[in-house]
Structure formats: C-alpha cells, structure tokens
C-alpha cells in the first residue's frame, strides 16, 4: 500500500476528536490522485498495527498536547514521534507509541510517518469543538493537502471542499 491517512480520536471528547473531523473533510472536500486510503482509526489502538505496517507512508491526523496555544499547529514526524514517553501528548499516544513501537521493533515502520494536529483547548465529555480548534481546522486541512502533494498525491476540490467548516462536527457529518 502507498500512504495512508489515519484520522484518530473519540468524538465523545472534545477536541479529541478533531483527527476524525479532519478526516472527514478530506473525505468530504477532496479526492485524490492516485487513489489515497483514508482510515478512520478512533480509538482502534494495536488494531492499527497492520495498516500502518502495510503503509509505506502514514500521515496521523489528532489533537496534540505539546504545550502550545489552543488550536496551534502541532507536526511531528518520525523520530520525532515518542515512543517510550512516560507524559502523553495526545490521549491516544498510549496505543499509539505502543503500535510505532511494536512496527519500530518488528521492523516494519513505513518509511515515513508523520503525525499533523492541534493544540487542544477542551478534552472532556462533549460533541463539539472548541473554538480554537474548530477555528484551526481549515488550516490543518490545507497542511495535510501540502504533506500529500509532497508525497505525490494531487487534490481535487469535490465542492464541498473548504466551504462551511463550522457545519462539520465531531462525527463528521454535515
């Protein structure tokens, strides 16, 4: 398999489940050329792991705690991805680091991995949004199209693409 995109997250969270809504941008504003896999990967943890092996690049898309303002953008890329962290980044790190580490020690990273996201400003019980990060979503957006375009993968805008980003929401559904 070429690249794959991976939209993470739990929609019942808050912020953290801005990786789904990206990913369900994508899926609504765009296709792709050649022909791109994106995944909706929730919560799947070690599930993920043969998706990622079978990947020669993976692009995560999540929100991610590094300290910055609410809704800042956060890009992290291969060794730069922790793997054996004891503090979290993100909510999903924990599956996350554990998968990376397990395809890290089998052999069988992709030969590039590379994690796109937001500061989060709320990570609690909620179906919505925060400002900040719903306001950083087009933006994120437009940093995963520049990413594939590198990787060789050419976007076509669907119409629906980059209109109405308030009318997405954590399932994201319009």
């Given at each position: 398999m070429g690249a794959l995109v991976i939209g993470v997250g739990s929609p019942l969270m808050g912020d953290d489940g801005l990786g789904l809504a990206a990913l369900e941008a994508l899926r609504a504003g765009w296709t792709f050329e050649p022909e791109l896999e994106l995944m909706d990967g929730g919560t799947w943890g070690m599930n993920l792991l043969p998706f990622i092996e079978s990947a020669s690049r993976v692009l995560i898309l999540d929100a991610i705690r590094a300290g910055g303002e609410p809704g800042g953008f956060v890009r992290l890329e291969d060794d730069e991805i922790p793997r054996f962290f004891a503090t979290k980044l993100s909510p999903?790190?924990?599956?996350?680091?554990?998968?990376?580490?397990?395809?890290?020690?089998r052999g069988t990273l992709p030969e590039s991995t590379i994690v796109l996201g937001l500061e989060p400003a709320v990570v609690e019980m909620s179906a919505s949004l925060s400002e900040a990060v719903r306001a950083g979503l087009p933006a994120l957006v437009a940093h995963v199209l520049e990413q594939?375009?590198?990787?060789?993968?050419?976007?076509?805008?669907?119409?629906?693409?980059e209109s109405d980003w308030s009318a997405f929401n954590l399932e994201g559904r319009r």
């Open positions: 999903h790190q924990i599956d996350l680091k554990e998968v990376l580490a397990l395809a890290e020690l594939l375009e590198r990787w060789g993968y050419r976007a076509t805008p669907t119409g629906a693409a």
